[in-house]
């Protein structure tokens, strides 16, 4: 289908392929988080897929590989690095431990460190762990409608600190892109560990 676009009665029309913008069509199940459509890509990662991210790598070896940890769907109507475009995600990620450790995502810097990026909580409690460019970490609670803000130069990661699935959107630009060498090789400046019941930021030595 086709129809006739103008904003002036005095000037031409444009032709605007309906059929086509509607194959980049999704929905969003706001009370889980869910993206649907057929254009929607969806990421699994396991715990086999999370060596070097855990401080005790004896307890996760200890533990089934295919624990699955966490997965993200994402929406990315234009092709990826390119600017001025906008993409939309939700994370979600299991409830558990490795050793001291909660469940995590592996965590990132943007590609371009100039971007910064959204999170909106829907369900489940977590944590957002943020490090700057000189290695200051620190973390917020996400909570049910908790909005969080990543700002430019800043490397971030999610734990699971509750005891039920941890569900969040996130809205980033198209060309900030993804450095998780720079996390794999240097990690975070602090782990947050459940210490006495308490999720505790831990500086590492």
Known sequence: MELPLSNSFDQPATTVNVDSLSKNMITVDLSTGELLGSAVQNTVRILRDLQGIFRDETARLAMDPGQPIYRVQAFMPVPEGREGGLFWGTTFIEPGMVGDEYFMTKGHFHADRSRSEYYLNLAGRGA??????????????????????????????????????????????????????????????????????????????
């Open 128 to 205: 957002l762990i943020l490090m700057d460019e000189n290695r200051k970490t620190r973390f917020e609670i996400l909570e049910r409608g908790s909005l969080h803000y990543i700002p430019p130069h800043t490397a971030h990661r999610v734990s699971n600190i509750g005891e039920s699935l941890l569900s969040f959107l996130a809205c980033w630009p198209s060309d900030a892109g993804h450095d998780y060498q720079t996390i794999a090789t240097e990690g975070f400046s602090a782990r947050l560990r459940k210490i006495n019941g308490v999720p505790t930021l831990v500086e590492e030595p």
